[in-house]
């Protein structure tokens, strides 16, 4: 008998499963190994010399899945963001925790670490008994929706670029969430809550407080925090620094 996907490996419980940690370029950066300084950057260098795993220094652009655990046992997998290194991070940590596809996503903003794995959002959608493609809901902002309808037209209009016909192209049904603390919104069974900050002045980016029995605060790309951001209990704050 195969194994149920919707069983996870974790048993009974949820988890977080941090997919990248790191900057928009990922770690190691590449103009640090074609053009090295004197002496050479440390942190490139150990990221280049030892393997990926267990390595601090190769990480890929920053994602949170996680693996939410419904009171009757059944697992539903909420991605949150979904950059230029998704499929690295697919073959590595999907792979290695036996994540068999992802139930929804959330975008936190529109910038290329956060969207450009968008093309190979079908390689991870769930399927149905008869092996038919099911839509998966992506959550994020009008702001977020109009960029990607001028980027990615085909994933929009749910259809193959002209001359490609033969392409596979996701089934998505898109949905908008506002940046906004009071107006919450639900991701395949867990509540989410908005949360503001600025990844640079004039540009917002969400994080997202979730959870019961524990609360946690999501927040990357952050370069400053708004009042209105500081929303709640939370027992765990997860905290991705911008420099600027």
Not at 123 to 137: A, C, K, L
Request: charged fraction near 25%; aromatic fraction near 8%.
């Amino acid at each position: 008998m195969e194994p149920d996907p919707s069983q996870s490996p974790t048993g009974g419980s949820s988890s977080l499963i941090f997919l990248g940690t790191g900057c928009s370029g990922a770690l190691p950066d590449a103009r640090c190994l074609l053009k090295p300084s004197t002496p050479p950057c440390a942190v490139c260098s150990m990221g280049i010399s030892q393997p990926p795993e267990g390595n601090p220094n190769y990480r890929l652009n920053t994602s949170l899945l996680i693996d939410y655990c419904h009171d009757d046992g059944t697992h539903k997998y909420i991605l949150i963001d979904i950059g230029k290194t998704f499929r690295e991070q697919v073959l590595r940590w999907f792979v290695h925790h036996k994540v068999p596809y992802v139930d929804s996503i959330i975008l936190t903003h529109e910038h290329a670490d956060a969207v450009l794995g968008l093309d190979e959002v079908w390689v991870v959608q769930p399927r149905n008994d008869r092996n038919d493609v099911e839509q998966i809901p992506i959550f994020l902002t009008q702001f977020t929706m109009d960029s990607i309808t001028r980027r990615f037209p085909y994933l929009v209009e749910q259809k193959p670029e002209d001359g490609d016909e033969d392409a596979q192209v996701a089934k998505i049904d898109w949905k908008i969430i506002e940046d906004d603390v009071d107006k919450p919104f639900v991701a395949s069974g867990l509540q989410c809550v908005p949360l503001p900050v600025m990844h640079g002045e004039g540009y917002i980016c969400l994080g997202f407080l979730f959870g019961r029995r524990a609360r946690v605060a999501y927040l990357s790309d952050v370069s400053r925090f708004l009042p209105k951001t500081e929303h709640g209990k939370k027992e765990i704050l997860v905290h991705n620094s911008l420099f600027r």
